[in-house]
């Protein structure tokens, strides 16, 4: 089966400007993260979709994250305006429902803010 | 809140050799999952194994196995017969199994595992 797909693999963006991280979940996965994952520490959530609706988002800082899941599918964060304390790897898992599953993640996104 | 906590930042192992890393965990929840993944230098984390919380059976995945200790919250995963390839970031995880929490999983810092040639 296809994995978690990602892009852009990489992004350098000046701070006060905007970026946007896309993620295309397995087929049949109704439950989709995003995670945080700076440099040296484990992942962070930052939200998590089950189809369309929203899950968890509170670690997520709304006044410059945002985050969408149209039709129960793909998936948009964003970042506006970037700070430097943004500069992470961004990863999106997907998981079928049932605990015992494992997530699968893609390749993630390594932003850079200068 | 859980915690995840690996107390080793870096670990260093012969090939062929067995080596074991370290996690704990604190929670105050009876059923739980634990994961450890494995991130290797292309960034995409691989689920390498899992246990339930209420199976006293430790998991075993080929060379991977655990050591669970419920009542120590201890949660560790021994590589025999290490290879190259076993050379990674590992993250060990927790799953809370109540809807309460989003049934969201918590990752620890992580062990960076060597495999000497």
């Known amino acids: 089966e296809a994995g978690v797909a990602q892009s852009p693999r990489y992004k350098i963006i000046e701070k006060r400007q905007s970026v946007a991280f896309w993620c295309n979940p397995i087929?049949?996965?109704?439950?989709l993260y995003w995670y945080q994952q700076i440099l040296g520490q484990g992942p962070k959530l930052l939200i998590q979709f089950q189809n369309n609706g929203v899950v968890d988002d509170s670690q997520l800082p709304k006044d410059r994250f945002s985050a969408e899941r149209l039709k129960g599918v793909d998936s948009t964060l964003k970042i506006q305006p970037a700070k430097l304390e943004d500069s992470a790897v961004y990863l999106c898992?997907?998981?079928?429902?049932?605990?015992?599953?494992?997530?699968?993640f893609g390749s993630g996104t390594r932003l850079t803010v200068v | 809140a859980q915690t995840v906590t690996q107390s080793q930042p870096e670990m260093s192992v012969q090939e062929a050799e067995t080596v074991t890393l370290s996690c704990t965990y604190d929670t105050s929840e009876s059923d739980y999952y634990l994961f450890w993944y494995k991130q290797p230098p292309s960034r995409q984390m691989i689920l390498v194994i899992r246990q339930e919380a209420y199976k006293q059976q430790n998991a075993t995945e080929n060379r991977f196995s655990v050591n669970f200790q419920k009542a120590a919250k201890s949660f560790s995963l021994k590589i025999s017969d290490s290879q190259l390839g076993d050379a990674a970031m590992y993250f060990c995880a927790y799953r809370s199994a109540f809807a309460a929490g989003g049934f969201k999983t918590i990752f620890g810092a992580g062990t960076r595992l060597f495999v000497k040639a």
């Open positions: 898992a997907s998981s079928l429902p049932g605990l015992n599953y494992g997530y699968t």
């Open positions: 087929s049949g996965h109704a439950t």
